[in-house]
C-alpha cells in the first residue's frame, strides 16, 4: 500500500546498546521516512496493553518485565508498504531464523531481547501507531 504507517520500538536491550542511532540510521538509508518519535519508559499496564494478544502466553509476563525494566523508543515509520518494509529490515522475531543483514541478526541476543518491535499487519500498525501516537502527534512529510 502507498503511504503507510507503521509503529517501530526500539526496545530496552537495544537502547542501552547504544544502538538508537544505528537504527534510525539504517530506516533512513532505507528511505522509510520518520513520522513521529518519543522517547519513553514503558508503565506496565502500557506495556501489558500494547501486547495484550499475548496474554496467557507463557513469556508474557516475562515480555512485560523486560520491555518496563528501561527506556524505549517509540516512532511511527511512513513509507510505501513500509508494513512489510519494516519487517524485511528487523528479519525474523527469533535472531536464530533471521536473515543476514537484519536488525535482529545484527544486534538481537535472544527471541525476548530482540531489539526493535515492527506492526506485522495493517491492523495491527493502526492498532499501535494510535496506542502511543495522536494524530496531530504525526508530522506531514
Ligand atoms: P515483538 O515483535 O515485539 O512481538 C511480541 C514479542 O514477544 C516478540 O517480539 C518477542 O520479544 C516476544 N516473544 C515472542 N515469542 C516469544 C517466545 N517464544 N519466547 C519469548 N519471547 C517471545
Do not use: C, W
Not at 45 to 70: N, Q
Not at 84 to 112: C, H, Q, V, W, Y
Amino acid at each position: 500500500m502507498p503511504n503507510e504507517l507503521t509503529l517501530s520500538i526500539i526496545k530496552p536491550d537495544a537502547v542501552s546498546k547504544k544502538l538508537i542511532g544505528t537504527i534510525i540510521k539504517r530506516f533512513e538509508e532505507e528511505k522509510i521516512k520518520i513520522a513521529a518519535m518519543r522517547m519513553k519508559r514503558l508503565t506496565k499496564p502500557e506495556a501489558e496493553g500494547f501486547y495484550a494478544e499475548h496474554k496467557g502466553k507463557p513469556f508474557f509476563d516475562s515480555l512485560v518485565s523486560f520491555m518496563t525494566s528501561g527506556p524505549v523508543v517509540l516512532m511511527v515509520l511512513q513509507g510505501d508498504n513500509v508494513i512489510l518494509k519494516n519487517r524485511d529490515i528487523m528479519g525474523a522475531t527469533n535472531p536464530a531464523n533471521a536473515d543476514e543483514g537484519t536488525l535482529r541478526k545484527l544486534f538481537a541476543e535472544s527471541i525476548e531481547k530482540n531489539a526493535v518491535h515492527g506492526s506485522d499487519s495493517p491492523k495491527s500498525a493502526e492498532r499501535e501507531v494510535s496506542y502511543f501516537f495522536k494524530k496531530e502527534e504525526l508530522v506531514n512529510l
